[in-house]
């Protein structure tokens, strides 16, 4: 499965953006997309996971309530509301695709556990 970003940018704090990824190849073999962010000298961090079919959903602790993960399958795209940005948010984002059986007990927040990374896409805020 290839994955690709879009919908990063510039934003003041306080503001908002949409992250779509969209995946292409064997988006039928996907179970699960996640969303990681990387800062600079940081390790890459958990944002939120989906799962591709059925109901699954899960936030890091330090976006809930401010990020929506979503998912629309006719279009193979699974988007990352994220509201009342602040600077510490600022970061490379990267979506991946998981293919393993889900469960809400799947260490999903662990980057190992899935198969493919979209390039990522830039967010920067500014205060």
């Known amino acids: 499965v290839e994955l690709v970003e879009s919908g990063g940018g510039l934003v003041q704090a306080g503001g908002s953006l949409r992250l779509s990824c969209a995946a292409s190849?064997?988006?039928?073999?996907?179970?699960?997309v996640g969303w990681f962010r990387q800062a600079p000298g940081k390790e890459r961090e958990f944002v939120a996971v989906v799962a591709w079919r059925g109901v699954g959903i899960n936030y890091a602790d330090s976006v809930k309530g401010r990020f929506t993960i979503s998912r629309d399958n006719a279009k193979n795209t699974v988007y990352l509301q994220m509201n009342s940005l602040q600077p510490e948010d600022t970061a490379v984002y990267y979506c991946?695709?998981?293919?393993?059986?889900?469960?809400?007990?799947?260490?999903?927040?662990?980057?190992?556990?899935?198969?493919?990374w979209g390039p990522g896409t830039q967010v920067t805020i500014t205060s």
């Open positions: 190849g064997r988006a039928s073999s996907l179970t699960a």
């Open positions: 991946a695709a998981g293919t393993s059986l889900y469960s809400g007990t799947y260490p999903w927040g662990r980057p190992d556990k899935y198969d493919s």
